[in-house]
């Protein structure tokens, strides 16, 4: 006949599952010690080494199995699980603090922190301790059950016969005069094989967003190598594990991303990929590793925005150099004409001659001699682009008062091409008047 025990002593008996049937009949009950001076002396030799060994013991919270997305494991026969996922089955916010190993979970007005290695801890800042210490085990942070149980006050069964352990509210389980689990297949029906892999996905990718999000390389790694998709995107926002690497500048995570197979072409809700996000960091080692990995130059967001657009805009001359797909030739010639060239905005906030009103501007680019005229005429018409849109957002500060600026570029008082820009235009959608 089954037995409700105290959780303690409950799940001593589970986490002994690895004896004989005989422990699991005979619970150990409280009684004065009358152990001698002597008997109390203990050798080394009779010290218990600390040994690993996967556990085949399921865990039911309110009668519902919690699914790991790694093995149980017992130490000294004392059964440790991993640390998120149990928390969260008791419906408990996980908090974990890389620098300090410190594990803070939160449930209601209860807040209970631990730290890796140490058998003390706080609940609503007094301490408890216990006998078995969270750790680190294979890159996972593992909790006893028992401990992670009882920091919320929850009761814990053991039915020996289906080596389960169930977590219930204490009232729940005082009103009931046997376990009654439920059984799986009848009222409860366990995850299939599909949800249950839904589940350790969804597990993992958190595991690996948090890995990135603290720049850890090393659980990066580990959760990579635990299955965890490189290219597993937020639903909210879209944002891959390699674009939130490249915008912390996490070089060496993105390195280990990359060489996992993250897709560097991946596109968020707005279209950036991990290029734009590098070359808003202006971060020019990012372009040349994502470069190497086939990053796509001409990629293009949902405003039909690339990466060399969003160099140009920025001012970053150096950076556009290493994403133009000009000929070294041409690219050459525009760097050589940008420094020779005058830039003039008149802006219709201010007072003007040439009858501009608020709202309106005009930027004159003028170049400077009859070689930069022959040099200009010689460019394709992409390579104009880029020079005449690189020097218009070179002095784009100037523009104040207007949201469109019309560009002209003039030689010796005629005008031989004229845009019209706004801050926000891309390149590839300039056209001359």
């Known amino acids: ?51 690993y060994t996967k556990s085949t ?72 301790t216990f006998d078995t210490a969270p750790e680190i085990i294979n890159g996972t942070t593992m909790v006893p059950v028992r401990l992670a149980a009882e920091s919320f006050d929850l009761a814990v069964i053991w039915d020996a016969k289906k080596k389960a352990i169930f977590i219930q509210e204490k009232k729940s389980a005082s009103t009931q005069p046997k376990p009654a689990p439920v059984q799986p297949t009848e009222t409860t029906p366990e995850p299939d094989e599909q949800e249950q892999a839904n589940l350790s996905s969804k597990l993992l990718t958190m595991q690996l967003a948090e890995a990135v999000a603290s720049g850890n390389a090393t659980s990066v790694q580990t959760a990579l190598n635990a299955g965890a998709n490189p290219n597993a995107a937020s639903t909210d926002t879209g944002v891959t594990p390699l674009m939130s690497a490249i915008s912390g500048d996490k070089l060496q995570i993105a390195r280990v991303l990359l060489t996992k197979k993250a897709d560097p072409n991946m596109q968020d809700n707005t279209g950036q990929t991990a290029l734009m996000y590098a070359v808003e960091r202006n971060n020019i080692e990012a372009i040349n590793l994502l470069l190497s990995y086939k990053a796509d130059r001409s990629a293009q967001t949902k405003l039909g925005d690339n990466a060399l657009s969003l160099a140009y805009r920025q001012g970053s001359t ?93 030689f010796e008082g005629r005008t031989l091409l004229t845009t019209d820009l706004t801050a926000s235009t891309p390149l590839s959608t300039v056209k001359w008047n």
């Not at 025990?5 to 799940?11: D, G």
């Not at 002597?38 to 080494?49: I, L, R």
């Not at 190993?101 to 449930?107: E, L, N, V």
């Not at 020079?387 to 019309?406: E, H, P």
């Open 1 to 51: 006949m089954k037995k409700i025990v105290p959780s303690a002593i409950a799940l001593s008996l589970a986490l002994a599952f690895t004896a004989s049937p005989a422990v699991f009949a005979q619970p150990k009950t409280s009684t004065k010690s009358t152990t001698t001076k002597k008997e109390k002396t203990t050798s080394k030799a009779d010290t218990k080494p600390v040994t």
């Open 57 to 128: 013991v399921t865990v039911y919270s309110n009668n519902k199995k919690i699914t790991f997305p790694r093995s149980p494991v017992t130490v000294n026969d004392v059964l440790l699980v991993p640390m998120r996922d149990m928390f969260n089955s008791l419906g408990a916010t996980v908090y974990w603090d890389d620098k300090t190993q410190t594990i803070t979970a939160q449930k209601g007005n209860d807040k209970v922190i631990l730290k890796i290695g140490k058998k003390s801890g706080t609940k609503n800042g007094k301490t408890i």
């Open 318 to 410: 150096d950076v556009a150099r290493l994403l133009s797909s000009l000929s070294f030739r041409e690219a050459t010639a525009i760097d050589e004409l940008r420094n020779n060239l005058d830039c003039t905005v008149i802006d219709g906030i201010k007072a003007n001659d040439i009858g501009l009103s608020t709202g309106q501007a005009v930027m004159y680019v003028t170049l400077a001699d009859q070689n930069a005229l022959n040099k200009f005429r010689a460019l394709s018409d992409d390579a104009k682009k880029e020079l005449i849109y690189s020097a218009a957002f070179k002095n784009w500060s100037d523009v104040t008062g207007a949201s469109t600026c019309r560009v002209l570029v003039r």
